[in-house]
T-cell receptor, first 109, second 112 residues
Framework: GQQVQQSPTSLVLQEGENAELQCNFS?????MQWFYQRPGGSLISVFY???GTKQSGRLTSTTVIKERRSSLHISSSQITDSGTYLC???????????FGSGTQLTVMP | EAGVTQSPRYAVLQEGQAVSFWCDPI?????LYWYQQPRDQGPQLLVY????????NSQLPSDRFSAVRPKGTNSTLKIQSAKQGDTATYLC??????????FGPGTRLTVL
């Protein structure tokens, strides 16, 4: 089965609403990253989050390694937040990243 | 500080043709990764290096794909005889040891 389960697959918000994106991991992990990607664009690292909570502006990431889960909270969404958010885990004993399928976020005016 | 750079940005081939992708990692980063990202999917690791050594190439289709990093800096990924199923974006990333990975802009490959 898939090692990284990401939800929801897609999400449509009105500008100003909050969003909560989830990732669950089926194996033990050293760390994880959240990425943002526009269509046809490169992967932009949003958070590198081995464990705990990190905040950057309107974005907050919380990772609980023991429970194999991570979330990304977007507050007061803006149209420019639209795009795909991908989570990725670094499995224990490996340096590679294993990615989820992504959440496609659309923020409407 | 310059980020990860890749070239070319786009490539369009007929089936059976060969193509090479080039990556220049962030200066000082010892670990370099190549990922394949099919359309509307997450990236999947093909191969990664620490310095000039291949650490894991188990997911690299060895009959047609090859990757090298001869001096532990720049890297080249080559597809010998492209197939339509190779259509994807090829992403290069680098890191300093086991740490945050930084990605380049990618090369979008279309095989007709």
């Amino acid at each position: 089965g898939q090692q990284v389960q990401q939800s929801p697959t897609s999400l449509v918000l009105q500008e100003g609403e909050n969003a909560e994106l989830q990732c669950n991991f089926s194996t033990s992990l050293n760390s994880m990253q959240w990425f943002y990607q526009r269509p046809g664009g490169s992967l932009i690292s949003v958070f590198y989050n081995p464990s705990g909570t990190k905040q950057s502006g309107r974005l907050t990431s919380t990772t609980v390694i023991k429970e194999r889960r991570s979330s990304l909270h977007i507050s007061s969404s803006q149209i420019t937040d639209s795009g795909t958010y991908l989570c990725a885990m670094e499995p224990s004993g490996s340096w590679q990243l294993i990615f989820g399928s992504g959440t496609q976020l659309t923020v409407m005016p | 500080e310059a980020g990860v750079t890749q070239s070319p940005r786009y490539a369009v081939l007929q089936e059976g043709q060969a193509v090479s992708f080039w990556c220049d990692p962030i200066s000082g980063h010892d670990t370099l990764y190549w990922y394949q990202q099919p359309r509307d999917q997450g990236p999947q690791l093909l191969v990664y290096f620490r310095d000039e050594a291949v650490i894991d190439n188990s997911q690299l289709p060895s009959d047609r794909f090859s990757a090298v990093r001869p001096k532990g800096t720049n890297s080249t990924l080559k597809i010998q005889s492209a197939k339509q199923g190779d259509t994807a974006t090829y992403l290069c990333a680098s890191s300093l040891g086991v740490a945050e990975q930084f990605f380049g802009p990618g090369t979008r490959l279309t095989v007709l």
